[in-house]
C-alpha cells in the first residue's frame, strides 16, 4: 500500500445496529457484538460489549433493557467525538 497525506476524511452517517455473538456466562456476565450500520444499511463498523453482573442482572430477560442500552452507548459515544 501507498500512503498519502493529509487523509481524506470521510463522515459516515449509522443510524442502525444489530446485536449478534450474545455470549452469557449464567448468573455472572454477558457480552455481544454490535454491527452498525450506515443510512444506506450497509455495514461500515462494529463495537464489542461486556455486561457486568449488575448489568446482567439488569437485563434479565428484557430484550427492550440491552436495546436500549447499546443505544444509550452508542449515542454517548457519538456525542463525545463532537
Known amino acids: 500500500m501507498i500512503t498519502f497525506y493529509p487523509p481524506i476524511n ?3 452517517k449509522i443510524n442502525q445496529f444489530q446485536i449478534v455473538d ?3 456466562s449464567l448468573f455472572e456476565k ?3 457484538r454490535v454491527l452498525l450500520y450506515d ?3 450497509i455495514l461500515t463498523d462494529n463495537r464489542y460489549f461486556e455486561l457486568d453482573t449488575e448489568q446482567y442482572l439488569q ?3 428484557d430484550d ?3 436495546i436500549n442500552y447499546v443505544k444509550s452507548k452508542l449515542q454517548d ?3 463525545n467525538q463532537t
Open 77 to 79: 459515544e457519538s456525542q
Open 30 to 32: 454477558a457480552n455481544f
Open 22 to 24: 450474545v455470549k452469557i
Open 10 to 12: 470521510k463522515i459516515i
Open 59 to 61: 437485563w434479565n430477560s
Open 39 to 41: 443510512t444506506d444499511g
Open 64 to 66: 427492550r433493557w440491552l
